[in-house]
């Protein structure tokens, strides 16, 4: 895949000197660099299409609220899995039409890299090292791709030593990228997951514009799995189209033909999910998107899904797959009903610390040491 390279840089003063603005400084002397004034930000809105220019921007700044925070997926009605998420990154260089930050950070859509890590850190220590007897799993790929900046930022070296040092974390890497590079040489104790977003060949090629192609995905799993790494794979979202079960099928079947289910921590199935101000961003931005031809209706939260009994089809015969092949791998679903979760797997689970143990286990002894902090 092609690995990004912003077209200009902004500093906030005071930042010159973070670790990481020099880092990428050094890797891309050639661009243009300005220094701006806290709060000062290129206006976008008279572009026409402002969140695809705001990816051409690198912006460094400090992050002054709270990093940890729990995954927006515990919406109210919805089955939790009691996930936390930190953001070190805000916006994404690839473009996947569906993506929901097309809405969400439609009017801040320069690509933001936060320069504190040490403040992240810190945070995270005093949360998890208080609290010895839980276990927490946590991500960095709410707000961004995890690894698709880690050739300029090299975040992960920071990152990767940190949560192998604790035994009651685990750090989930989600990318749709090849980058995998700065990962190779560090150890990981098993404290580290590094995930991929699966989806068949065909509609990788059509919906997830400059993210790495499903063999170059492989590629870089089975890497990381030869340097320790632990896994997961995320088909999240499910994409309904005329020949679906064979794309998947096929899809599956390379994908474990592959890698070594043992090595693989968790599997994830979640339904593709569209706020109606989102669906009227990709009408504009993508055009020729397939995406908005299903049948789709606007569930509870507002947020539009296939209907219901296809989606569960789908949900069925993919967690029917994916347990032939790796039987004794955790799969759950993200941003689903508990009604939903009864027609798949036959129950729900009685509450999300049940669930978190279950993706957790065997890492878990005791559902009860899971929580929020």
Request: aromatic residues 8%.
């Amino acid at each position: 895949m092609h690995h990004y390279q912003p077209q200009d840089i902004l500093i906030e003063r005071g930042e010159e000197n973070a670790p990481v603005v020099r880092r990428v400084l050094q890797r891309l002397p050639q661009l243009p660099v300005r220094l701006v004034d806290r709060g000062s930000r290129p206006s976008t809105e008279s572009l026409v299409d402002p969140f695809g220019a705001g990816k051409k921007t690198l912006l460094f700044t400090r992050n002054r609220s709270r990093f940890l925070e729990h995954c927006p997926a515990g919406t109210p009605g919805l089955v939790c899995c009691n996930y936390l998420v930190v953001s070190l990154i805000s916006n994404c260089p690839m473009d996947c039409s569906y993506c929901f930050l097309q809405d969400y950070l439609a009017n801040n859509p320069l690509l933001t890299v936060y320069t504190n890590v040490d403040d992240l850190l810190g945070e995270l220590a005093a949360v998890v090292d208080r609290q010895p007897w839980k276990q927490f799993r946590i991500g960095t790929g709410e707000l961004s791709d995890s690894l698709a900046l880690d050739p300029l930022l090299g975040f992960s070296a920071e990152l990767v030593p940190f949560f192998a040092q604790r035994d009651n974390v685990l750090l989930e890497l989600k990318t749709k990228t090849d980058c995998v590079e700065g990962l190779l040489e560090l150890d990981p104790q098993g404290r580290t997951v590094v995930s991929w977003t699966i989806t068949p060949a065909e509609i990788t090629e059509a919906e997830e514009h400059g993210t790495a192609s499903f063999a170059e995905r492989l590629d870089a799993a089975r890497q990381v799995e030869r340097a320790g790494y632990r896994l997961g794979f995320h088909f999240d979202p499910l994409i309904e189209y005329p020949d679906w079960q064979a794309g998947y099928g096929r899809t599956i079947e390379r994908l474990f033909s592959a890698i070594d289910p043992r090595h693989v921590a968790w599997l994830s199935l979640g339904s593709l999910r569209l706020t109606p101000a989102l669906r009227a961003t990709m009408r504009r931005r993508f055009p020729h998107t397939r995406l908005l031809s299903g049948e789709q209706v606007r569930c509870a939260d507002g947020k539009w899904r296939t209907f219901q009994p296809r989606r569960v089809k789908m949900y069925r015969t993919l967690s029917r797959w994916l347990r032939r092949a790796a039987p004794s791998v955790p799969v759950y679903m993200c941003m689903e009903t508990a009604p939903v979760w009864e027609k798949v797997f036959g129950q729900a689970p009685g509450c999300d610390k049940d669930l978190a143990h279950t993706i957790l286990s065997p890492s878990l002894t005791d559902p009860a040491t899971i929580d929020a902090p």
